[in-house]
């Protein structure tokens, strides 16, 4: 299983940036999915999650913010991002997710968000 996210960059304080996470040698469709950060010096964290069955959780930090969407058809997940703050500045990763929320699979490539101020 390999997952690839993609679609960060350098935005301005307020901005918006989309992400993607496409999975090969899986589906996502049958499994809740969820975005995780990591900032520098600091722990991965979710931040935003997607259930089977379509009920979204973001932590607080993000939340009304960051919009987290699925295309199965295209095994893709998405993370919509706006009004983004410099504290956003992480380094983004997607996974499948078990029960508790941990993630299913070895981490894969993340994309780097880096927000200005």
């Known amino acids: 299983v390999q997952l690839q996210a993609s679609g960060g960059g350098l935005v301005q304080a307020g901005g918006s940036l989309g992400l993607s996470c496409q999975g090969s040698?899986?589906?996502?469709?049958?499994?809740?999915v969820g975005w995780y950060r990591q900032a520098p010096g600091k722990q991965r964290e979710l931040v935003a999650s997607l259930s089977f069955g379509g009920r979204t959780n973001y932590a607080d930090s993000v939340k009304g913010r960051f919009t987290i969407s699925r295309d199965n058809a295209k095994n893709t997940v998405y993370l919509q991002m706006n009004s983004l703050k410099p504290e956003d500045t992480a380094v983004y990763y997607c996974?499948?997710?078990?029960?508790?929320?941990?993630?299913?699979?070895?981490w894969g490539q993340g994309t780097l968000v880096t927000v200005s101020s």
């Open positions: 040698g899986y589906s996502f469709g049958f499994r809740a």
């Open positions: 996974n499948a997710l078990q029960g508790d929320g941990s993630p299913v699979f070895t």
